[in-house]
C-alpha cells in the first residue's frame, strides 16, 4: 500500500525522521557523466529544429503517471491539475522555445499497475518528459532505461539512484540511515514534553518508523529530557479501534504522541483520545495530514496537533516568491490548493527550469545533463535546496549523497485552520539543523531558502546570527 504511501513514507520522515531578453552564450562544463553545455543566455523564444520524442515545432507534448485510483481515496490525481496550470502560466506568457507545454498523456495506474502503465507511456504516448506521483513506483527501471527525464512527487525509495530523475524532494533515507534525526525530540522540547508515545502500523516501513523514532529519542532524549515510554508497532492498516493503545497512553502519562500512520489512522486515534479525556494533555505530531480539507472537515478531534509540510507551507507569511506565484495564480483561476496541486505545480516548474539550463537544443540528453549540473535548487524557495551533482543517490551510502539541510517546516491545526509556528516570524519559514551531523545534538536554526538560498548550513548559522 504505498510503499506505504504518503502515510509511511512522510511518516518514515519522522523516523529519521522567464523572461526575454538579450541573447546569451553558452558554458561548457565537464562533470562526471562526461561534457554537458549549459544555456546561461536569457532569450527562451528562439525556435530551432529539435530531434526528440514529443518534440514538434509548436509544442513540447509530456506525459503523467497518478495513482489517482488508490486504497486511501487521496487526491493524487490532481497532481495533473498543477502541471497544467503552471503550463498554462507559461504559455500564457509565450511558452519556451517558440512551442507551448502540453500535458497529453494522463494514466492513471490504478496503484498496483505501475509498471504496465508505464511501458504503455513509453511505447505508445511519444512524450518528451514523464511526471509521476504514484503510490507505488514498480515502472521505475523502465523509465530510467529509456532515458526519459523525470520530475515528480517522491514518497519512494525508487527514485534514487537514475541521473534522470528528478523529484520535488532528493532520494530520502528510507532505511540504513537516519533522515530528520533532531526533528521529533526538537518538537517534544519546544511542547516541554517529557514522556513520548509511538503508534504504527505492523508493515515494514512503519515498523523502521516506529524503531527510528524510538532510537532518536534513546539517543538525544537526555538533550531534550524526554523519553519512549510506549511504543506499538503492530497495528492492522485500516484499524479504526484504539481504545486499548490509547488507554495505554494514558496509564503512562503520555503527552507527545508521533504516529506512523495515515491521515485516516491519525484521525481514528484523535477521536479516542479525545473519549477518553487526554487529548488536550497531549502534542500530537502528524507527518501525514498537510491536507486542509481533511482538517476543516475534521477539525474538533483534530484540534491542536503540530502537522509537518515536506515543501514551504503557502500559511507562512509573505510567502517564498515561488509560493506567490502560485497562490496568485490559483486565486485568479480558481485552482484547488492543496498539497497535490503544488506537488504538480513544483515538478512543472523544475521542468521548465531545466529546459531553459539546456537552451534552444533541448534534446533529452542535453536537459539531464545540463540539469544535473544544478547545485541548490529551491523552485524559488518551496524547497530545501537540492544538488543534483550529488543527491541522486540514496542518503544510505555515504554522508556526501546526503543534504547540508536537515529542515522542516511546520503548521499547527487552529479551530479547523493551518497557522504556521516556529517559522521565524514568517520570514524563515524552515526550522533546520547540520545535515552532515546526524549524531550530533544542536540548536537548530531559521532558514529561508527563496533568493539565492546559503549553500552551507555554516552560511546559514551565519545568517541567522547577523
Not at 486504497?71 to 500564457?92: C, E, K, M
Not at 524563515?428 to 531559521?446: E, M, S, T
Amino acid at each position: 500500500m504505498r510503499a506505504f504511501g504518503v502515510a509511511v513514507v512522510l511518516a518514515t520522515l519522522v523516523a529519521a525522521c522567464g523572461n526575454a531578453g538579450s541573447k546569451g552564450n553558452s558554458s561548457s562544463n565537464t562533470t562526471a557523466g562526461g561534457t554537458a553545455t549549459t544555456f546561461t543566455g536569457t532569450d527562451f523564444t528562439k525556435n530551432v529544429p529539435v530531434t526528440s520524442p514529443g518534440v514538434t515545432s509548436t509544442a513540447i507534448r509530456v506525459g503523467s503517471i497518478t495513482s489517482k485510483t488508490n486504497p486511501l481515496g487521496t487526491d493524487v490525481g490532481i497532481f495533473n491539475d498543477g502541471i497544467s496550470a503552471y503550463f498554462a502560466s507559461v504559455n500564457a506568457n509565450g511558452g519556451i522555445y517558440g512551442r507551448k507545454l502540453a500535458l497529453t498523456s494522463k494514466r492513471d495506474d490504478q496503484t498496483a499497475n505501475n509498471a504496465t502503465e508505464v511501458e504503455a507511456m513509453l511505447s505508445q504516448d511519444n512524450v518528451y518528459a514523464a511526471f509521476v506521483a504514484t503510490e507505488l513506483f514498480t515502472g521505475a527501471k523502465a523509465l530510467a532505461k529509456a532515458g526519459i527525464p523525470t520530475f515528480g512527487w517522491n514518497i519512494n525509495a525508487e527514485w534514487a539512484g537514475p541521473q534522470n530523475f528528478f523529484p520535488n524532494v532528493a532520494p530520502q533515507c528510507f532505511s540504513g540511515c537516519p533522515l530528520l534525526p533532531h526533528v521529533t525530540p526538537w518538537l517534544a522540547q519546544q511542547s516541554k514534553a517529557h514522556r513520548v508515545a509511538v503508534l504504527g502500523y505492523n508493515v515494514p516501513q512503519a515498523a523502521s518508523c516506529v524503531n527510528g523514532n524510538v532510537d532518536n529519542f534513546k539517543k538525544f532524549g537526555t538533550d531534550v529530557d524526554a523519553q519512549v515510554v510506549y511504543s506499538d508497532a503492530s497495528l492492522s492498516f485500516g484499524q479504526t479501534d484504539f481504545s486499548a493503545q490509547v488507554s495505554k497512553m494514558k496509564n503512562a502519562k503520555v503527552d507527545f504522541l508521533v504516529t506512523c500512520m495515515d491521515f485516516n489512522g491519525d484521525y481514528s486515534v484523535a477521536k479516542e483520545m479525545a473519549l477518553q479525556g487526554i487529548r488536550d494533555n497531549v502534542t500530537f505530531y502528524h507527518a501525514n495530514l498537510y491536507n486542509p480539507e481533511f482538517v476543516k472537515a475534521n477539525a474538533a478531534a483534530l484540534e491542536g496537533g503540530i502537522v509537518l509540510a515536506e515543501i514551504a507551507a503557502t500559511e507562512h507569511q509573505p510567502p517564498p516568491p515561488g509560493v506567490k506565484e502560485y497562490l496568485d495564480y490559483a486565486a485568479a483561476h480558481g485552482l484547488k490548493v492543496t498539497e497535490m496541486t503544488m506537488q504538480g505545480w513544483i515538478a512543472a516548474r523544475e521542468f521548465v527550469d531545466a529546459l531553459k539550463a539546456a537552451g534552444p537544443n533541448f534534446t533529452r540528453a542535453n536537459l539531464i545533463a545540463a540539469w544535473n549540473q544544478q547545485k541548490a535548487y529551491t523552485a524559488g524557495g518551496w524547497l530545501i535546496p537540492v544538488d543534483w551533482t550529488r543527491q541522486h543517490n540514496d542518503p544510505a551510502t555515504g554522508v556526501q549523497y546526503r543534504s547540508q539541510f536537515e529542515c522542516a517546516n511546520f503548521v499547527k491545526i487552529t479551530n479547523g485552520a493551518f497557522v504556521p509556528v516556529y517559522d521565524g516570524g514568517g520570514a524563515k519559514p524552515w526550522v533546520c539543523f547540520d545535515g552532515h551531523k546526524p549524531d550530533v545534538w544542536q540548536a537548530p536554526v531559521n532558514v529561508s531558502f527563496a533568493g539565492t538560498p546559503p549553500s552551507t548550513y555554516a552560511e546559514a548559522q551565519k545568517a541567522a546570527q547577523g
